[in-house]
């Protein structure tokens, strides 16, 4: 069992910078790979950033070169750098974690990003 919760979201003007944190606790000796989601209003919720315990990242097409992932695995955190936000990020951020055997994600109650003026 692996738990998740999300912190960092909040208001940001365009082109400001946000961070967020996802704090996991429980058997995460089952996880290999963490990442990002987000959901806006009227829209499926989408893959943003995924990340390896090794460290090996990958990206949407949408945030490639603005937005950062990153992890701290002794200390079972997880991290999403957002630089040049525009009003397009705006959305609930969703940490996931995947469970290697019998394939489950487990998922954050999220934190919601508006990015407006």
């Known amino acids: 069992q692996v738990q998740l919760v999300e912190s960092g979201g909040g208001l940001v003007q365009p082109g400001g910078s946000l961070r967020l944190s996802c704090a996991a606790s429980?058997?995460?000796?089952?996880?290999?790979?963490m990442g990002w989601y987000r959901q806006a209003p009227g829209k499926q919720r989408e893959l943003v950033a995924t990340?390896?315990?090794?460290?090996?990242?990958t990206y949407a097409d949408s945030v490639k070169g603005r937005f950062t992932i990153s992890r701290d695995n002794p200390k079972n955190m997880l991290f999403l750098q957002m630089n040049s936000l525009t009003r397009e990020d705006t959305a609930v951020y969703y940490c996931?974690?995947?469970?290697?055997?019998?394939?489950?994600?487990?998922w954050g109650q999220g934190t919601q990003v508006t990015v407006s003026s």
């Open positions: 996931n974690a995947r469970r290697v055997a019998f394939p489950y994600n487990y």
């Open positions: 990340i390896t315990r090794s460290g090996t990242p």
């Open positions: 429980g058997s995460m000796l089952s996880i290999n790979v």
